[in-house]
């Protein structure tokens, strides 16, 4: 399987604190790849650094040969890479469908990116004209994710999509996550939840102090209760 | 006079007042409600546009109308310029910090200041309106021309209002307003909205002080009053909310106008103005129309 995305040496850091340190991770074509690790432990700033939202000060992001680390932020999205970040954070004064306008204006393609997305989240069609600070918990996650698929990526950037939401939701969610994989999405996952991780990853990288320290297959991780246990504090 | 002309001429002027404020405060509005910048030389650019009109004025033989168009579409071009270079030179070498910025922009103010006391004098100069047209009121004759002030102010606000809420231009500046950095994440080029929010804000001074030069001179230090009664606008209808900032506009520009006009006491007018913002800061910090930071 081919890259969609290599990272390769990165440091990273929040003003002067380095949270990265020479983290290294490769991603591969249509593969849905979990990072696991802490809280603290870097997952979230490995996908800050790749949309170019945290200062990186050695290293590279490449993809389709672009070196993204060279890129102003506002230009990575346009290379293919969509975000969903932590919290949501949807524009809540907007509508959902000017939330969903700022994903089209990026890089989609108008009215069949917005039918084809609003067809994977078929409850935003009743709630164009909401609010999105509105919405239910679970509806600003599928607007978040709907946000970013507007952008026609080919790889998505999901910081925990099910924190916070009722099972029917992260059901809902994780429906979505393998449907992308279907039509060829490569993503990368943050996530707490250990058993979503191991229904929806291909593959799994183990994240600690701003490091990768393995990637594993998914099925590896099944069969050997101890990574999750050694990365993770929890069985 | 009675009472009843005496109101509606106070009411008038009052109007002429808050029409010019409600340009001014929009500008500062604009600029905190996007960037959370406190730009304490708005006034300046409102001086500056002020200034230009007097000097492009001038420039044209014949007709008043003719000075006094070129000065409403060069001026606030001009300001913008002026406002883009700051914004470029040094609201962007400070990250936009908003403390730092405070600092800076007082130094703009004094730089900008300076400049026109050096170029332009400490005289005050008037600009000659483009019609001298009287319209008949119920007891009175009244300036057409500042009636003409009322009616560019409610223009443009609506162009601003539709600009806002029914262009793309006005969704880009809305996203980058509620969430800077998620912004980013979907390509907007946040420094170049910023520039452009920055240089929109300075024009709509500098627009307000091509309005209201006829009626009263340009002068190097006429930007300190229309500074104060923006703040004491936008604190009163809330950083950031254009529907704040017309209320508090026609709610301080009527007062100011009817006070001053009935009771012949302008400080009047401006103490109760003051309390009203303490009032306001009190028992409803974010303003009448603002929301709170979260």
Redesign the interface.
């Known amino acids: 399987m081919a890259d969609a995305l290599t990272i390769s040496g990165l440091d990273a850091y929040y003003g002067e604190v380095q949270v990265l340190r020479g983290f290294e991770l490769t991603l591969k074509k249509g593969e849905v790849l979990c990072l696991l690790g802490r809280n603290g432990a870097g997952k979230t700033t490995a996908l800050k650094s790749i949309m170019g939202l945290v200062s990186v000060r050695a290293g590279h992001i490449i993809k389709d040969g672009k070196d993204l680390t060279k890129l102003p932020a506002h230009e990575v999205p346009k290379t293919g890479v969509a975000y969903v970040p932590q919290g949501r954070r949807l524009f809540a004064e907007l509508t959902v469908a000017e939330n969903l306008e700022i994903g089209l204006m990026t890089r989609g393609k108008g009215d069949v990116t917005r039918e084809s997305v609003l067809g994977l989240f078929p409850v935003l069609r009743e709630r164009l004209s909401q609010r999105s600070g509105t919405l239910s918990g679970g509806e600003q996650q599928m607007l978040a994710m709907a946000r970013a698929l507007c952008i026609e990526p080919d790889v998505l950037l999901l910081d925990e999509p099910t924190e916070g939401l009722m099972p029917s939701m992260i059901a809902r969610i994780r429906e979505a996550v393998a449907e992308l994989r279907q039509r060829g999405v490569s993503t990368i996952l943050v996530e707490q939840r250990v058993d979503a991780v191991l229904s929806l990853a291909d593959r799994v990288a183990f994240i600690e102090n701003g490091q990768n320290r393995e990637t594993v297959p998914v099925e590896d991780v099944r069969a050997d209760p101890d990574y999750v246990r050694r990365y993770v504090g929890v069985s | 006079m009675s009472f009843g002309p005496m109101f509606l001429l106070a009411t008038m002027e009052g109007l002429v007042m808050a029409a010019v404020l409600a340009l001014t405060a929009l500008g500062l509005s604009l600029v905190f409600g996007v960037m959370r910048i406190v730009n304490v030389a708005h006034g300046e650019m409102f001086m500056l546009g002020a200034v230009l009109a007097w000097a492009i004025s001038t420039a044209f033989a014949g007709h008043p109308s003719i000075g006094f168009v070129a000065a409403l579409l060069v001026a606030p071009l001009v300001v913008g310029g002026v406002a883009m270079l700051s914004e470029r030179l040094v609201l962007r070498q400070l990250n936009y910090d908003p403390e730092a910025t405070i600092v800076a922009t007082i130094g703009l103010l004094y730089i900008i200041q300076q400049l026109a006391l050096t170029f332009y004098g400490a005289d005050a100069r008037p600009v000659q309106a483009p019609f001298n047209v009287r319209v008949q009121l119920p007891w009175f004759g009244y300036s057409g021309y500042k009636l003409f002030v009322i009616f560019a102010a409610i223009v443009l606000m609506l162009a601003t209002w539709f600009v806002l809420t029914r262009t793309?231009i006005g969704?880009?500046m809305?996203?980058t307003q509620?969430?800077r950095?998620?912004?980013?994440?979907?390509?907007?080029?946040?420094d170049r909205v910023y520039a452009g929010v920055f240089a929109l804000g300075a024009m709509l001074a500098a627009t307000a002080a091509v309005l209201v030069v006829p009626i009263q001179q340009a002068h190097y230090l006429m930007g300190r009053d229309p500074l104060l009664l923006s703040f004491i606008v936008v604190i009163i209808g809330g950083l950031g909310s254009l529907r704040g900032t017309i209320i508090a506009a026609l709610l301080i520009g009527l007062s100011d106008g009817i006070i001053s006009t009935l009771y012949f006491s302008p400080t009047l007018a401006k103490m109760l103005a003051t309390l009203l913002v303490a009032m306001v800061l009190v028992f409803r910090p974010q303003g009448l129309f603002g929301t709170v930071a979260k």
């Open positions: 793309k969704l880009i809305r996203a509620y969430d950095e998620t912004a980013l994440a979907f390509g907007i080029p946040v």
